[in-house]
Structure formats: C-alpha cells, structure tokens
C-alpha cells in the first residue's frame, strides 16, 4: 500500500500564516465606520439581552441603528462616486 501524499509544497502551504495585502488595509479602512457602527449597535443590543429595555436602552438602540445605515449609505455613496468617477 502506497502512501498519499501532497507533491507539491504549495497544495499544503497555510494562506494564513501572512500578512495583509495593501489592498485589503484600504478595504479595511474604507470599511471601518460601517464596522465600528455596527459593534456600537451590537453593544447596544448586548446590553438588553438579561432584561427588558428601558426607554434610554430602546434610544441607544435605535440611534445605533441608525448610525449603522448612515454609514452604510455613506460606504455606498462613496463607491458608486469611485465607479462613475472611472467611467469619466
């Protein structure tokens, strides 16, 4: 019986195990308001989980909602005036 084995380093190699490009920093960071929106939003809602929301919980709620979809806009905004911008 024959063993199996992989017969090239790079069908085995980690992809994990590197660093992130430049292109995917800049997505981060284009990223990064709709991410941090979202973990306040999550706070938010974390904060409620063991009990019933007061009236100062269901605001923080909903403005965090509402940062979230700001940012959102925002991020889509930005890359359809990136796309038109390349078509011109």
């Known amino acids: 019986m ?22 995917e920093l800049d997505a981060i960071e284009t990223e990064m308001p709709v991410i941090l929106a979202r973990v306040e ?27 979230v979809l700001v940012a959102r806009r925002e991020l889509a905004n930005r890359a359809v005036a990136v796309r038109e911008g390349d078509a011109a």
């Open 41 to 67: 939003l999550l706070d938010a809602q974390i904060a409620t989980l063991d009990r019933t929301p007061s009236e100062l919980d269901q605001r923080r709620i909903r403005r965090a909602r509402r940062r």
């Open 2 to 23: 024959s063993n199996i084995a992989a017969l090239q380093a790079p069908v085995t190699a980690d992809g994990f195990d590197r660093e992130p490009t430049a292109e």
